[in-house]
């Protein structure tokens, strides 16, 4: 009976991997597949990308009338995958077929992985939902949604309506005009030059906004973290501040400012959209 090099388990027959440790066997040692699809599409593409392994997925403005995905599979053997089409929308998946409580000791060890890289057109919607791997996005207009367990997610130039929800990981959104919801569990959440409306919760973080607040319910909110906004001048909201642990700072002082019992109250410009911004323990602090 053979037995794991690491944590001298002992191995079933033909195992790739030990069961206890993750540690890959002689038998693990395969040649990764990579695949390039050429998908031509004759409207607005919508994308979906359902990821179940460790890896990381590129998402990129770089292409016209079509959508090219690239996969680079790691340890095949132990993955499924598949890309399809019906009409303009394409499905891609990907899964290791390990159980999930043992993927971080597989991808420290160098197990089963997927990296996926698609090229879309600027018009696209996109539907991604992936547990562990990093997600990058440039370039999209559209109507986005990606949905992390434990990785970081990085969008560009997006605009839109753009939904991210991250359960542990950084989120930042970057040049993005729209429509932003933005649902955190654990990990700071930076949202630079961002255009439109916003509703930003974080549980357990801190949260960074720079950008104009429109007409509209703009909201920030989180459990345990600090807020810290500065707003363009183009921003026209009222605003309402509020910290059960911690202070309200506005830099400059807000027009109509009051403050009682723990409630900020104030407008920038005209106030005509409504910015309610809340934390249970943390600071709050305007720039305008």
């Known amino acids: 009976m053979p037995y794991c090099t690491k944590c001298g388990a ?11 440790c993750g540690t890959p066997t002689s038998a693990a040692e395969t040649k990764p597949v990579t695949e390039h699809h050429q998908l031509k599409v004759t409207g607005k593409p919508k994308i979906i990308l359902l990821h179940r392994a460790p890896g990381r997925i590129d998402i990129r403005n770089e292409a016209q009338n079509e959508v090219l995905v690239d996969l680079d599979i790691r340890e095949p053997e132990d993955m499924t ?6 009409d303009n929308t394409i499905t891609i998946k990907a899964r290791a077929l390990v159980h999930p409580f043992r993927w971080i000791r597989y991808f420290s060890s160098g197990g089963p992985k997927a990296d996926i890289t698609i090229s879309a057109p600027a018009e696209a919607d996109l ?3 992936t547990h562990l791997a ?4 440039t370039g999209i207009k559209g109507a986005i949604s990606v949905d992390s367990s434990v990785a970081r997610i990085d969008l560009e130039k997006a605009e839109g309506s753009v939904r991210v929800t991250g359960r542990t990981g950084p989120i930042t959104l970057r040049d993005v005009n729209g429509s932003v919801m933005v649902d955190s569990t654990t990990g700071p959440v930076k949202l630079e030059n961002v255009n439109g409306t916003a509703s930003v919760h974080n549980t357990t973080g801190p949260v960074n906004f ?23 001048n ?11 642990i911690g202070g309200v700072t506005a830099i400059p002082e807000l027009a109509e400012a009051r403050y009682a019992h723990g409630q900020y109250t104030g407008r920038i410009n005209k106030g005509n959209g409504k910015l309610i911004i809340e ?8 720039h305008h």
């Open 279 to 286: 934390t249970t323990t943390g600071s709050i602090i305007i």
């Open 10 to 20: 002992e191995l079933p027959e033909n195992a790739r991997y030990c069961p206890n």
């Open 234 to 244: 183009q921003s026209d909201v009222a605003v309402e501040a509020y910290s059960r």
């Open 81 to 86: 995958w598949s890309v399809t089409q019906e």
């Open 134 to 137: 990093e997600v990058a996005a």
């Open 210 to 232: 720079t950008g104009n607040l429109s007409m509209g319910e703009n909201r920030f909110r989180t459990t345990t973290g600090s807020i810290d906004l500065t707003l363009g």
């Open 127 to 129: 539907d991604v939902s």
